[in-house]
């Protein structure tokens, strides 16, 4: 085990291969059940706007996933290990960003 406070690095960074197993991971793992298709947010909030309630470093979704989050997100290292969570960060991290951000106020017509 790391000493706690490592930063965490993702093997797979940006490997397109890993992205596209990363996201039938998601489906298998039913993660798209709580987080919604293209994990785009239903009970589980949206992973591919850029926003995050425990922040974006990898270190920070590494530990989401890893361990869980108190407000209902089951922790999943137990069942993908520590190569699955980087598998599914990988196809978090392909997820296009959408190009007008949703707090973003409408424009007056
Ligand atoms: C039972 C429903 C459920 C499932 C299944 C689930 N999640 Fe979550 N997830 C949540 C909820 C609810 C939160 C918000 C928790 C909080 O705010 O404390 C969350 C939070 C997260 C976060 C942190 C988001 C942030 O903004 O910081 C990540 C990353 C995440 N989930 C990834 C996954 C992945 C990957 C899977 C599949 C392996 C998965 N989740 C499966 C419900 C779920």
Same mark, same amino acid.
Request: charged content about 15%.
């Given at each position: 085990? /790391?000493?706690?406070?490592?930063? /965490?690095?993702?093997?797979? *960074? *940006?490997?397109?291969?890993? +992205?596209?197993?990363? +996201?039938?991971?998601?489906?298998?793992?039913?993660? $798209?059940?709580?987080? *919604?298709? $293209?994990?785009?947010?239903?009970?589980? &909030? @949206? /992973? !591919? $706007?850029?926003?995050?309630?425990?922040?974006?470093? #990898?270190? @920070? %979704?590494?530990?989401? =996933?890893?361990?869980?989050?108190?407000? !209902?997100? &089951? +922790?999943?290292?137990?069942?993908?290990?520590?190569? *699955?969570?980087? %598998?599914? =960060?990988?196809?978090?991290?392909? /997820?296009?960003? &959408?190009? #007008?951000? &949703?707090?973003?106020?409408?424009?007056?017509?």
């Amino acid at each position: 085990m /790391l000493p706690p406070g490592t930063p /965490l690095h993702n093997p797979y *960074g *940006g490997d397109a291969t890993v +992205a596209r197993a990363g +996201a039938a991971l998601f489906t298998s793992m039913n993660c $798209d059940g709580c987080h *919604g298709a $293209d994990a785009s947010g239903w009970v589980g &909030p @949206d /992973l !591919g $706007d850029g926003r995050w309630r425990y922040g974006g470093s #990898d270190t @920070d %979704v590494f530990r989401s =996933i890893f361990y869980g989050r108190p407000k !209902g997100m &089951p +922790a999943f290292g137990g069942v993908v290990g520590a190569d *699955g969570v980087w %598998v599914l =960060i990988t196809y978090l991290r392909s /997820l296009p960003a &959408p190009a #007008d951000e &949703p707090t973003e106020s409408w424009p007056q017509r």
